[in-house]
């Protein structure tokens, strides 16, 4: 019951923590629909005005229509509160977002499973990871961290001081070293200790994407000489706050290697929430976790319909309608 009641209220703090993280985004939404419907029906004008908010919002301009779309199709000519609005664009959303909100399955049978991070440098990663490990450690898996930014000592030092906060080891080299053979002693070490999950920082200079390119691409092959199934999962870290812009990251990352889900960072940074949505509808890629912080307590698996209705400035329980 103890434990019970432990995990209600880390629940309860958590979705606390996202309405938080997520003002800024909501408070533009909701705001913006409260000025359009006061007493007003949704016709022609008003759905594109809707439709321009949340285009200016980063929901983008395929997931925008498509969601004025449903409006009218339920909707049309009929007088409107912007409470009803904001409920059915939250449930709209929940929609689109429920069949990429996947929590991170592994593997034992891999031991370890190997997870490679990727992202343009500033994106988080590095904290992500931290954070990530520690999740895995509160049920129970033995993680194992690998320095793999090899040419950012601040990456590394930040790696390894967050890996003596939460009693991880962390595999390093002298900067400037070979990133792959730092990937290939990390799981060679990981194995023999019989880690549950190893998790790999990776370089993001995208000012020279061949060579980084070549980088992760080499990465991959030699974790293949160890064990051909790895990397397990490739995660890719998205900075919130770049908007639109994630959805170039995305498509030049993929092209670099085989990403497999998404963590994004930073939402309590801007307004620009709406592109968790856009992300989605767009690219159809699990949405792993998400960040609304900087401490540990930040970071939790994805929630369709907790996220969507916060940004839309509801409670969880709320129905959005009267």
Same mark, same amino acid.
């Given at each position: 019951?103890?434990?019970?009641?432990?995990?209600?209220?880390?629940?309860?703090?958590?979705?606390?923590?996202?309405?938080?993280?997520?003002?800024?985004?909501?408070?533009?939404?909701?705001?913006?629909?409260?000025?359009?419907?006061?007493?007003?029906? &949704?016709?022609? #004008? +008003? @759905? =594109?005005?809707?439709?321009?908010?949340?285009?200016?919002?980063? $929901?983008?301009? *395929?997931?925008?229509?498509?969601?004025?779309?449903?409006?009218?199709?339920?909707?049309?000519?009929?007088?409107?509160?912007?409470?009803?609005?904001?409920?059915?664009?939250?449930?709209?959303?929940?929609?689109?977002?429920?069949?990429?909100?996947?929590?991170?399955?592994?593997?034992?049978?891999?031991?370890?499973?190997?997870?490679?991070?990727?992202?343009?440098?500033?994106?988080?990663?590095?904290?992500?990871?931290?954070?990530?490990?520690?999740?895995?450690?509160?049920?129970?898996?033995?993680?194992?961290?690998?320095?793999?930014?090899?040419?950012?000592?601040?990456?590394?030092?930040?790696?390894?001081?967050?890996?003596?906060?939460?009693?991880?080891?962390?595999?390093?080299?002298?900067?400037?070293?070979?990133?792959?053979? &730092?990937?290939? #002693? +990390? @799981? =060679?070490?990981?194995?023999?200790?019989?880690?549950?999950?190893? $998790?790999?920082? *990776?370089?993001?200079?995208?000012?020279?994407?061949?060579?980084?390119?070549?980088?992760?691409?080499?990465?991959?092959?030699?974790?293949?000489?160890?064990?051909?199934?790895?990397?397990?999962?490739?995660?890719?870290?998205?900075?919130?706050?770049?908007?639109?812009?994630?959805?170039?990251?995305?498509?030049?990352?993929?092209?670099?290697?085989?990403?497999?889900?998404?963590?994004?960072?930073?939402?309590?940074?801007?307004?620009?929430?709406?592109?968790?949505?856009?992300?989605?509808?767009?690219?159809?890629?699990?949405?792993?976790?998400?960040?609304?912080?900087?401490?540990?307590?930040?970071?939790?698996?994805?929630?369709?319909?907790?996220?969507?209705?916060?940004?839309?400035?509801?409670?969880?329980?709320?129905?959005?309608?009267?």
């Amino acid at each position: 019951m103890t434990e019970m009641l432990s995990e209600q209220k880390q629940s309860l703090g958590w979705l606390a923590r996202m309405r938080k993280g997520l003002s800024r985004s909501s408070a533009k939404l909701t705001g913006g629909i409260s000025d359009l419907f006061t007493k007003r029906k &949704l016709d022609d #004008d +008003a @759905l =594109e005005e809707l439709e321009e908010l949340l285009i200016r919002s980063d $929901l983008g301009v *395929t997931t925008a229509t498509k969601l004025t779309q449903s409006l009218a199709n339920s909707r049309f000519n009929q007088e409107v509160s912007s409470e009803e609005i904001r409920g059915a664009l939250a449930d709209d959303m929940a929609t689109i977002l429920e069949p990429v909100a996947q929590t991170i399955s592994i593997y034992q049978a891999y031991k370890p499973h190997v997870i490679l991070v990727c992202g343009v440098n500033g994106s988080g990663k590095t904290t992500t990871i931290a954070k990530m490990a520690g999740l895995f450690k509160h049920v129970g898996f033995k993680v194992v961290l690998a320095a793999g930014d090899t040419f950012r000592a601040a990456a590394v030092e930040q790696l390894q001081i967050w890996g003596e906060r939460i009693d991880c080891p962390v595999i390093s080299r002298p900067i400037g070293s070979d990133a792959a053979g &730092l990937a290939y #002693d +990390a @799981l =060679e070490k990981a194995r023999a200790e019989r880690a549950d999950i190893l $998790l790999i920082d *990776t370089a993001g200079r995208l000012q020279n994407k061949t060579d980084l390119m070549a980088e992760l691409q080499k990465i991959v092959r030699v974790l293949k000489k160890v064990d051909e199934n790895a990397p397990h999962d490739c995660l890719l870290v998205l900075d919130a706050t770049v908007g639109q812009n994630a959805h170039n990251q995305v498509e030049v990352f993929r092209e670099m290697v085989n990403v497999t889900g998404l963590a994004v960072t930073k939402l309590d940074g801007s307004a620009k929430g709406g592109v968790v949505v856009a992300l989605a509808e767009k690219f159809d890629l699990p949405v792993h976790f998400i960040g609304v912080g900087e401490s540990m307590e930040d970071m939790r698996a994805f929630d369709a319909r907790a996220f969507a209705r916060s940004l839309m400035g509801l409670e969880v329980g709320e129905r959005g309608e009267k």
